[in-house]
């Protein structure tokens, strides 16, 4: 993005008081938590889409949970990264500020996040697949593949929405409602290919929201949104959080003040 585009999100953002952040499995890449598509996106011989369906659990629970648990063990042990930590902070920058992810990795909580839409649930919960309790599940490695449910004896699964899979409706709601309803929509770290979470954007828009996307390359999203920052989310962030503290920040050389 060039110098002037930028002076003018950032006057903007500093006027801005409601704010939102639609993160993709991009904002944890820094974090060492490999993406779903691209190069890394691969686990042994499979593609992610097609191991998070029900219809690779209903064939084959014991690989589908081998998968889920590499993937568990490989994210327990990480950290948020800074991208995380603007996110999280952004919550005392702007009087509304909420993340709308479609990560399931926990990351955001971790990184002190508490406004937080977790679209497409979460690694670290199964459910009871005949009664549909949910449970949290934080042993990695897991002692059994597949896990049982303790209570019933019956499969559990995780507690994640696969493709063919309702959104949980309040979930999705409430997400729209917020698109709808922001100033200001940050894209992050997402291809942008898998819906509903991909028209989020199309209702900020619509109803009259910049649309701000970072990636490290340009989606599908990319000629519809109002401002492209290419690069790692661990660097755009923290450097547009800089750029704003100076701008609002009434003892700074430049003299600008806030803008609201
Ligand atoms: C960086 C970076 C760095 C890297 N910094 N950037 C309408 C049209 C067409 C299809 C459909 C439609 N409506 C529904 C569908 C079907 C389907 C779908 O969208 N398919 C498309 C693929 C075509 N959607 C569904 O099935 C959804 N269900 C549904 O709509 O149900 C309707 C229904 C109603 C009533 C009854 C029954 C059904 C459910 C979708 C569930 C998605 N689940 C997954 C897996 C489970 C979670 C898990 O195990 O972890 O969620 S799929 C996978 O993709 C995962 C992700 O959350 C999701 C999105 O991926 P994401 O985050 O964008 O990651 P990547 O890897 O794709 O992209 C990473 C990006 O980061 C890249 O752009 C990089 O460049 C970038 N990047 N490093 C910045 N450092």
Redesign the pocket.
Known sequence: MDDTKTASLIEFLAGARRVVALT????S??SGVP????KD?LWRQYR?ESL?TPEAFSRDPALVWEWYDWRRGLIAPVGPNPGHEVLAAWEERFENFAVIT???DGLHRKAGTRNLLEL??N?WRARCTREGTVRELPATPLPRVPPLCPDCGALLR?D????????DPDVLDRAFALSAGCQALFV??????????ASLPAAAARAGARVIE????P?PLTPYADHFIAG???RVLPSLDRQLREWTDPGHSSGKGRSS
């Open positions: 993709g499995a991009g904002i890449a820094e993406t779903f598509r691209g996106g992610a998070a479609q990560n399931v497409h649930g690694i995780p994640i929405i696969w493709f063919g899979e309702p959104l992050i770290g997402t291809s942008s290919v898998v819906q509903p979470a970072v990636n490290l390359e989606t790692p989310a661990g």
